[in-house]
Antibody, heavy 116, light 106 residues
Framework: QVQLVESGGGVVQPGRSLRLSCAASGFSFSTYAMHWVRQAPGKGLEWVAVIWFDGSRKHFADSVKGRFTISRDNANNTLYLQMNGLRAEDTAVYLC?????????WGQGTMVSVSS | DIQMTQSPSTLSAYVGDRVTITCRASQSISNWLAWYQQKPGKAPKLLIYKAFNLESGVPSRFSGSGSGTEFTLTIRSLQPDDFATYYCQQYNTYWTFGQGTKVEIK
C-alpha cells in the first residue's frame, strides 16, 4: 500500500525537544525529495523543511531554522524531523509529503502541542 | 522569500456555479505553481501542478491557468464534494503556500 504514516507527536513543554517520524511504504522512497509541512489549529499550511532524495541537501523555513533538523534513513524508508527549542507557536499538525516539485502524496499528520 | 497571496479568503457559492480563485506571487515564478484541496481533518490533495496540468484522477471541471505572478484555479460547475479549502503553492524557489481560500455553500 502506497502511504506515508507520521508518528511521534505529543504534548511537550516549551524549550523541550521532540522527534517526529514518517514511515513510507509502497514506493521507492530513496528516489524522492521529502518534506515536512505544518498546520496550526484553524490555520493554513506552512512549509517547514525539505531533504533531497539522497540527503545531500536540506533547507528550512526561517521560522524553524537553527532549531529543527531533517534527516532520512533510506534503508528503512523513514523520514525524521528533530525539533529542539520548541515554542508555543510550533503547535500544529505536522505532515510529511513527497515531491521534488509539487507534493503528490501526503501523510495524515501527527499533532504537536507545546504548552507548559 | 516568495510570498503567495490568494483571493478571496472565503467564497460562498451554489452547487453548479463557476468558481475562480486567484493566487498572486510576490515575484515571477514562471509556471511553478500547484493547487491543493483540503477537507477538514484530512491531508491536502494535489489538484493541479505546473500551473495548468491536471493531476491524475482529478475531475476535469478543475482547471488552472496563469504564469509569472498571477494564477487562477477555476471549478467549472461546483459539486457538493468541492466544498473545501484550496491552497496555491509556489515551487520556483523552495516552497511557499498561499493562505488558503475556503469555498462554502451559499
Amino acid at each position: 500500500q502506497v502511504q506515508l504514516v507520521e508518528s511521534g507527536g505529543g504534548v511537550v513543554q516549551p524549550g523541550r525537544s521532540l522527534r517526529l517520524s514518517c514511515a513510507a511504504s509502497g514506493f521507492s522512497f530513496s528516489t524522492y525529495a521529502m518534506h515536512w509541512v505544518r498546520q496550526a489549529p484553524g490555520k493554513g499550511l506552512e512549509w517547514v523543511a525539505v531533504i533531497w532524495f539522497d540527503g545531500s541537501r536540506k533547507h528550512f523555513a526561517d521560522s524553524v531554522k537553527g532549531r529543527f533538523t531533517i534527516s532520512r534513513d533510506n534503508a528503512n524508508n523513514t523520514l525524521y524531523l528533530q525539533m529542539n527549542g520548541l515554542r508555543a507557536e510550533d503547535t500544529a499538525v505536522y505532515l510529511c509529503a513527497r515531491g521534488s516539485e509539487a507534493f503528490d502524496m501526503w501523510g495524515q499528520g501527527t499533532m504537536v502541542s507545546v504548552s507548559s | 522569500d516568495i510570498q503567495m497571496t490568494q483571493s478571496p479568503s472565503t467564497l460562498s457559492a451554489y452547487v453548479g456555479d463557476r468558481v475562480t480563485i486567484t493566487c498572486r506571487a510576490s515575484q515571477s515564478i514562471s509556471n511553478w505553481l500547484a493547487w491543493y484541496q483540503q477537507k477538514p481533518g484530512k491531508a491536502p490533495k494535489l489538484l493541479i501542478y505546473k500551473a495548468f496540468n491536471l493531476e491524475s484522477g482529478v475531475p476535469s471541471r478543475f482547471s488552472g491557468s496563469g504564469s509569472g505572478t498571477e494564477f487562477t484555479l477555476t471549478i467549472r460547475s461546483l459539486q457538493p464534494d468541492d466544498f473545501a479549502t484550496y491552497y496555491c503553492q509556489q515551487y520556483n524557489t523552495y516552497w511557499t503556500f498561499g493562505q488558503g481560500t475556503k469555498v462554502e455553500i451559499k
